[in-house]
């Protein structure tokens, strides 16, 4: 308990996947609603805290580990996952190669970190959506969560900032889930969209100079 009866949780997050899908740019709109169109790649790992005021009771203090995906880096990804309770894995919805890359991110996170025995919450991250002009099946991309495991999936786009926070919303609540903090998940603010345990990602925003289909 802090100031005033509130109580404060601290979560550490991991965001990976391949490199270039997006990591940073969607810890970056979260964070500090910034974006920028250059590239520099994460060397190692970086930082980012973020604290979200769930209710009025209750402050969760964000870690977000943003772990570069160069190959080079994978042999620290034991000691990075160490006491994570939650993860995002994210691809690049132009990017085939990086949606297959998905269930390794997936397995290294399983096999390397677990919460009460169990894997860790993981949601899995669509991004640069506002590159592609038919956004992922919604049907298959729920039956692919169901089967690696994942808690929810969400097309987003750090660019023009599309499901970000609703992304971290149910990650977020997936954690407390699991943990018991934040009050429970019925206090927890919800995902507008839920179907079982996936929320289906919308509100793509409309645009005419979308080039390709997505890669799932
Ligand atoms: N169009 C578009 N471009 C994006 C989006 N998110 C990131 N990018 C761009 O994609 C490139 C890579 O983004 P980063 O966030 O640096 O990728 P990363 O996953 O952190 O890459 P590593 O640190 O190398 O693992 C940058 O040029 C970004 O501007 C998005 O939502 N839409
Ligand atoms: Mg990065």
């Given amino acids: 308990m802090g100031e005033e009866g509130v109580s404060e949780y601290l979560y550490k997050v991991l965001v990976v996947g391949d490199m270039g899908t997006g990591k940073t740019a969607i810890i970056r709109r979260y964070v500090n609603n910034m974006y920028s169109d250059s590239y520099k790649s994460t060397i190692g790992v970086d930082f980012a805290l973020k604290e979200i005021n769930w209710d009025s009771k209750t402050l969760v203090r964000l870690q977000l580990w943003d772990i570069a995906g160069q190959e080079r880096y994978g042999n620290m990804t034991r000691v990075y996952y160490k006491e994570a309770v939650g993860a995002f894995v994210v691809f690049d919805i132009t990017r085939n190669s990086s949606f297959e890359a998905v269930k390794k991110w997936k397995q290294d996170i399983d096999s390397k970190v677990t919460l009460h025995d169990q894997p860790i919450p993981v949601v899995l991250l669509a991004n640069k959506c506002d590159l592609v002009k038919n956004p992922c099946n919604e049907e298959v991309m729920n039956e692919y969560c169901r089967e690696h495991g994942f808690a929810a999936w969400f097309t987003t786009s750090a660019k023009e900032n599309v499901n970000v926070d609703e992304a971290v ?48």
């Fill in 169 to 216: 919303t149910a990650l977020v609540s997936a954690i407390s889930k699991r943990t018991g903090g934040t009050g429970g998940a019925a206090a927890a603010p919800a995902p507008s969209q839920q179907q079982e345990n996936i929320k289906v990602a919308g509100g793509q925003p409309a645009a005419d100079n979308k080039s390709s289909d997505c890669s799932c």
